[in-house]
Nanobody, 128 residues
Framework: QLQLVESGGGLVQPGGSLRLSCAAS????????IGWFRQAPGNEREGVSC????????IYADSVLGRFTISRDNAKNTVFLQMNSLKVEDTAVYYC?????????????????????WGQGTQVTVSS
């Protein structure tokens, strides 16, 4: 069973930074695109960013462009989301998902991926 585990969430002040990690167990990530999504209370899950299996292509939602950076280290079987200049509206549970490359390359993160492979989420709270 493919398992993804997110970590790195926490409480940070506006303008601060966090780095989230998405690690895989029982399989290797290097053949999957990875997407980051987030869900705030009362809202639908929305896409944040995705990265192709090779790391050569990345896509960002307009709301995080220029502030967040997605990267991957296939040797460590981990994908990262560096979040800078955090805003209160970035507060949400952040999830990673694994899917074939075309999910990211063709669809980006416009809508939630129809994937069976999701992590359990990590809470990010931006508050003063």
């Amino acid at each position: 069973q493919l398992q993804l585990v997110e970590s790195g969430g926490g409480l940070v002040q506006p303008g601060g930074s966090l780095r989230l990690s998405c690690a895989a167990s029982r399989f290797t990530l290097d053949s999957y695109a990875i997407g980051w999504f987030r869900q705030a209370p009362g809202n639908e899950r929305e896409g944040v960013s995705c990265i192709s299996s090779s790391g050569g292509s990345t896509i960002y939602a307009d709301s995080v462009l220029g502030r967040f950076t997605i990267s991957r280290d296939n040797a460590k079987n981990t994908v990262f989301l560096q979040m800078n200049s955090l805003k209160v509206e970035d507060t949400a549970v952040y999830y990673c998902a694994a899917a074939p490359d075309y999910y990211c390359l063709l669809h980006g993160v416009v809508r939630r991926w129809e994937s069976d492979y999701w992590g359990q989420g990590t809470q990010v709270t931006v508050s003063s």
